[in-house]
């Protein structure tokens, strides 16, 4: 078969699988509720300013601590913002948190993990001892130590959090690509003399998407629980910027009078969290071949 | 393979990690914006202390000496002193450790009981409501964030209820009544994160198990059902899921940080976020340093534990 022969049955391939992948997601109702919510908090994150009915930062002391109603939904918290506002733009920091660290950690290591698995030799142990180190802290650790250092913000929780998951990536793509590289058309494709990048990029590459999807999906969930938290901490988004994290944070102190600042964030922190997990779970039924 | 060469090759395996988990933890101070030694004495830090931290700390030499000296202190067990309290890092460490692993224990056991029986009632009821509940619950364990479910059960058991306190740590050889109403919702927070994980864990090593041919066999020669499950499958379906709890400690330490900080319990956690909030920086490098110290020497555990339980190996 020529290259380009090599290329086709490649590609048919890859497009006959696409769709039936697609398919078999689908057909999981839980896959299609963890998606449908997911999109939700998105489509309500990105419409902020359309569906908040008040100034998330505006603060109003003769409505301070109001029990929810139908002036405030979800009631107000210590300097009298509504919290319903709040959650609605607090959904931003904790979507960017959930995408932001992931593409960090996708775009840096994936070219690590194609390079480790694809060289071999003192290259991909130098990478897979670092990656060793890097797990044997503890992510949250990691995040917290990093984000103290960098500086209290919200990009550098987020970075914080992105190299946090680096190592997790960098194994996956390495022992997919290693697993890849094993299969026949790679052999084929070597004899017919691709070059190493080209093979890399063009044949192992779309090969490991399956893998590093179901992954994101998982992290992004990892990561909004972490960016909660360091915003929880003060490390992350400051005020008077909402985050979820944070309205707990000032939440704690009024556990007594004013218990809806408390449940409500955690609901929705429960909530998108939850969908990405299923969804990662469905991803998972529905890409591993082992499942048929 | 022998236990004593199968030991001597992870830990030869290790020396290059814990090479690396020190110069990333060295490294650390590394990020701090700015001049580390202004940076440690405070923005408006006297310049003579400035310079006699900067002497201290080796601040003045180059990157590689300031690490050689840093490593040679750390191997003789010396990480420094707490800039707030003028007390040794490892002192502090060694007050702090165990309240957290006391933590850690009675978390674990939660996540045990609570795990093992529904990962095995899911498998043996596999496609029934009772796997559906089992597997929504593990999940739910697993997507909770610790910190408000900690918040939760304060607003309900110590607020509403009044049944146990809000905070606070006593130590067990002081008040062992008292220690287990403090740790007891602590330890379920930390607890129903790992649960999650360890009953997904059985229930997929219950199903391999059950479908294997000596399951079968034991079917067939008409053994009871129920020793069929707890004696036959149970048994080397734990194998796995025992090693795994060793490195789920790691996700205990995490959880540990923000738990500790809601409940405040002085423990190792605390220490970290007390640690970040000071400025504290050879207090957080020596956390750090610990949590991967602690996470290796648990890997090197569930190893030796999978070897132990594992024959196959052994014959290799």
Redesign the interface.
Known sequence: MSQAGVALALAAAVETRRPSALRRLLRRPLAVVGLAVVAAFVAVAVAAPLVAPYDPIKTNFVAVRKAPSDAYRLGTDEVGRDVLSRLIWGARASLLAGVIPVTLALVVSVPLGLLSGCAGGWLDGLIM??T???L???????A???A????PSLVNAMIAIGIAALPTFVRLARGSALAVTTEEYIESARSLGCSRVRIAVRHVLPNIVPPLLIQSSLTA?AAI?AE??LS????GQQPPAPSWGSM?NA??RY??QA?WM??Y??LM??GI??SL??LG?ALRDALDPRQG | MSLGLYVARRVAVLV??????S??IFS??K???GDAAIALAGEEGDPAVVAAIRAKYHLDRPVVAQYGIWVGRVLRGDLGESLRNKIPVTELLASKLPVTIELALCSMLIALVLGIPTGVLSAVRKGTAVDVAANALA??G????H???G??L??LFA?RLGWLPASGYVPPWEDLRRNLTTIVLPSIVLGTGVAGVMMRHTRSAMLQVLSADYVRTARAKSVPERLVVLKHALRNALIPVITLGALEF??L???A??TE??FAIPGFGKM??D???NRD?AV??G??LV??AL??LL?LLADILYFLTNPRLRGA
């Open positions: 001892r670092i060793d180190a890097m044997a802290i503890p992510f949250l650790i990691v917290i130590a990093l103290a250092f960098l500086g969930a629980i909660a938290s929880f901490l003060g490390l707990l939440a704690q556990l007594v218990p408390a449940i964030p955690g922190i429960f969290v939850m997990n299923v779970d | 290059p990690t814990l090479f690396f988990v110069v990333l650390l101070q990020l701090l914006p999940l739910s697993l997507s909770v964030p910190f408000w479910l918040i939760m304060i607003l607020v790691g996700r330490l995490s959880g940080v923000l900080q809601i970290l976020v640690g970040v909030f920086y957080v490098q956390v750090v949590s991967a996470y290796v890997n």
